[in-house]
């Protein structure tokens, strides 16, 4: 057996390896969530016991809770494909492709990039404003053809740029991202409410919310029902930018510089990367995509843009990590999380469990997929594994344990 | 301004940076002072005015409480070499546990005690996390902050019907007579407990991390676990109790904010908003010396202050909304300058003994 085949077999087997993780960190967050909702019921008081373990009574009953959480998602899906709630779920996925991407990337450069939540807020706003500044100069179809992916790219600009200004932080002053992010992502909030409050904000409203762009001016609804905010147009192009991102990570030599700076970084300094100009460039690209969610989000969902903006950002985190920070595996992770979010309104709706539990499952994702070791130590139980690898940073492409026929 | 501070701008130049800006900023304070008194119905003067009330003394302590405790409990974390970025998790979820237990025992000391527990909960939890199962230190520490921001809006839901919970009684100021009467540093002497609480935690800190044999385990294992090692301490139990330390104090600190206003807050980020991630920089420009720590948890919650008291009275003619980034922006201003500083040696690290 030659060096090349085993080494092929070992890329294999953690990629393997990794999925069994991903899904097992899952399952393990569904497990607690099981338990914390139980826990909750003992916390609250109802009238009736909405069900019973081992004789005590619990006002919550977690089976129910996710059969909500995960089948209301679909809704009637098999009479209606087209039906509300399953445009609902298809519409997070969307947004939450291009959040999971803008992470995945910063990641496989080896940036913490926490500030994508800012990013696509200041990208939403930048394409509100632009787009309707813009839309009395043109009408119709050409008026879509034109202002939509004007929209995009005004998203992607205004995010690339916020995105780069953390970049060059820790590239030229050493400055933490962790913290530079997130410190932007509260300015980012504030910035987005001044500015909508004194310079945008619609006269007709009492809320604070730009005003309405005209129908020619957003993204068409396609085939499902207009009212329901989903638009084919936009997923297939979600799909196209993470197929793009992965063909531009896996086969660009930019892609490998960022790649091999994630991994080792002396070695890219060594193979003549310019690191600091990479970091830049990492940062600036996942803020656009992260922007570019933001756009997305304005000209498929809103219609305009309106402070309070949902946590897609921090789901993004969730996402990435669950796919392994692979572009290809945030589509699936992207869809479960979809279903997730929209399930939650069912939830809330259905059942007085408070739809924040998908909050507290975010979490449980990261903590359970950040600790491979112990998978694979329960692996090592079950079959005998060899004696292995030390840790697998989770933002590393790296092989982990491979299994002993 | 003082010009020289912007004289010798080069990277990896021996240049006293803190000094000077440091010195630049006294100078400031001190020509705005000179200004204010000779115009006192200038722009200077109110700005004065508002800088030298005793209100804003009193509200910057407040502020600095869960900054300052979280930030101690950073440098244990770090010093030791587990790099714990789940502060802001701990808080929060301290700030709700302490108010859901002083609600059920209806004594604001169980409360605080109740937030303590909780956090240190969780704080072992992530201690385990990375400790054994040795997971990258960053992202866990980012899911204790994502676990608590959902734990605690969805048992505030659960319990309260809502993200915020309803008023409990506060834990009550101590005022101490004649003292407290003092122009502006009456402050001091008239806060909550936590306020004392604060200083003492942050000399007892000091002392235990600079002249104490666990202060210098926990210096060692951050620095050359190796060498601890080999002098027969286990450096995963110092971690450990680094760890726990850090949830213990964040705790304090957690309690501390949601009990002194009897309520916790649990909308977008929380009422935490941030404070658990401006501790972390307050300890790197304290270059993880308590007393450091503390000073530039000062700083950042007196510009809190400022920007609270800039919003009440409305003097200047600026957005609130934009007054209310001025503490994360100087944090990132701070950040960019005193970026280097020179972290523990093994910290991120997970070390593994060599004889198991």
Redesign the interface.
């Known amino acids: 057996m030659n060096l090349r085949d085993s080494a092929e077999r070992l890329v294999r087997a953690s990629a393997f390896e990794r999925f069994l993780i991903s899904a097992a960190a899952l399952f393990l967050s569904i497990a607690v969530g099981f338990v ?1 909702i139980l826990a ?1 019921g003992r ?2 008081t109802c009238g009736t016991a909405a069900t019973s373990f081992f004789g005590v009574g619990f006002c919550y009953d977690p089976i129910t809770v996710y059969d909500r959480l995960f089948l209301g998602a679909f809704g009637n899906v098999f009479t209606d494909p087209l039906n509300g709630q399953f445009a609902t779920t298809l519409s997070e996925t969307t947004v939450l492709m291009f959040t999971g991407v803008a992470v995945a990337v910063a990641f496989r450069a080896g940036i ?1 990039n ?1 500030g994508t939540q800012g990013q696509l807020v200041v990208g939403a706003l930048a394409t509100a404003v632009a787009v309707l500044a813009a839309s009395p100069l043109v009408s119709g179809l050409l008026g879509t053809l034109l202002l939509v992916p004007f929209g995009l790219l005004v998203g992607a600009v205004f995010g690339g740029a916020y995105g780069a200004i953390p970049g060059l ?1 820790k590239a ?5 991202e ?3 992010t ?3 992502n ?2 980012a909030t ?2 987005a ?2 500015l909508v ?2 310079h945008f904000a619609d006269p007709e409203s009492a809320a604070t919310q730009t005003v309405p762009l005209p129908d020619y001016a957003v993204f068409p609804s396609t085939v499902f029902r207009p009212r329901d905010d989903f638009s084919l147009l936009a997923f297939l192009f979600a799909v196209a930018v993470l197929v793009g991102i992965y063909v531009f990570l896996e086969r660009t030599s930019f892609g490998y510089d960022l790649r091999t700076s994630g991994i080792q970084p002396e070695a890219a300094e060594y193979g003549g990367v310019d690191a600091p100009r990479t970091v830049v460039a990492s940062m600036a690209l996942s803020g656009a995509l992260g922007g570019l969610g933001g756009a997305v989000y304005v000209l498929m969902i809103l219609g305009n843009f309106q402070t ?1 903006v949902p946590s897609y950002g ?1 789901d993004g ?2 996402v990435s ?1 669950l796919a392994g920070n692979n572009p290809l595996g945030v589509g699936f992770a992207a869809l479960l999380f979809g279903v997730l979010k929209s399930g939650s309104i069912v939830v809330d709706v259905g059942t007085d ?2 739809p ?9 994702i ?2 359970f ?3 491979p ?2 998978f694979r ?1 329960i692996g090592r139980r079950v079959w005998t594994f060899e004696d292995d690898s ?2 697998q ?3 590393d492409g790296g092989s982990g344990g491979e299994r002993d026929e | 301004m003082s010009n020289d501070s912007l004289g010798g701008i080069g990277f990896g130049g021996d240049l006293p940076w803190r000094r000077i800006v440091v010195g630049a900023a006294a100078l400031g304070l001190v020509v705005l002072a000179v200004a204010g008194l000779l115009a006192p119905e200038s722009d200077a003067g109110r700005l004065l005015d508002i800088l030298t009330a005793q209100s804003t003394l009193a509200a910057t302590l407040r502020l600095s409480v869960p900054i300052a405790f979280a930030a101690l409990g950073g440098i244990f974390a770090e010093k030791s070499g587990v790099i714990n970025i789940g502060l802001e998790g701990l808080l929060i979820i301290a700030a709700f546990s302490g108010v859901y237990l002083a609600d059920v025992t209806g004594s604001a000391w169980m409360g605080v005690l109740g937030g303590v527990v909780a956090s240190t909960v969780l704080a072992a939890l992530f201690a385990v996390v990375c400790i054994e199962f040795q997971a990258d230190q960053i992202i866990a520490g980012l899911a204790v902050w994502l676990i608590a921001l959902g734990l605690a809006p969805f048992a505030s839901q659960v319990v309260y019907g809502g993200p915020n919970t309803t008023s409990v009684e506060t834990v009550g100021t101590l005022t101490i007579p004649v003292l407290s009467e003092i122009p502006f540093f009456g402050a001091l002497f008239n806060a909550t407990p936590f306020v004392y609480l604060m200083f003492v935690a942050v000399a007892l800190s000091w002392y235990v991390i600079n002249r104490t044999t666990f202060g210098r385990w926990v210096r060692a294992s951050g620095e050359n676990p190796k060498a601890l090692d080999t002098a027969g301490v286990d450096v995963h139990h110092v971690r450990y109790a680094a760890v726990l330390l850090s949830g213990v104090l964040a705790g304090v600190g957690g309690a501390a904010l949601s009990l002194s206003l009897g309520q916790f807050t649990g909308n977008g980020p929380t009422m935490v908003n941030g404070k658990g991630f401006i501790a972390i920089v307050a300890y790197l420009f304290g270059n993880y010396n308590p007393v450091g720590a503390f000073l530039s948890t000062v700083l950042f919650a007196g510009l809190d202050a400022l920007q609270l008291t800039l919003q009440a009275r409305d003097v200047f003619d600026i957005p609130q909304p934009l007054v209310r980034t001025i503490p994360y922006l100087t944090v990132i201003v701070v950040l960019a300058l005193f970026g280097r500083t020179r972290t523990p040696a093994a910290a991120g690290d997970h070390y593994e003994s060599g004889d198991d």
């Open positions: 914390l909750a916390m609250t913490f926490i932080l030229y002053a050493d400055a933490n962790v913290i530079t997130i410190m932007l509260f300015v504030s910035v409410l001044f409050q004194d309070g921090f985190i969730t990590i469990v408070p924040q539990l998908v909050g507290v499952l975010r979490g449980l990261i903590l997929v950040a600790m070791e112990f130590m030390g840790p940073p989770v933002t």
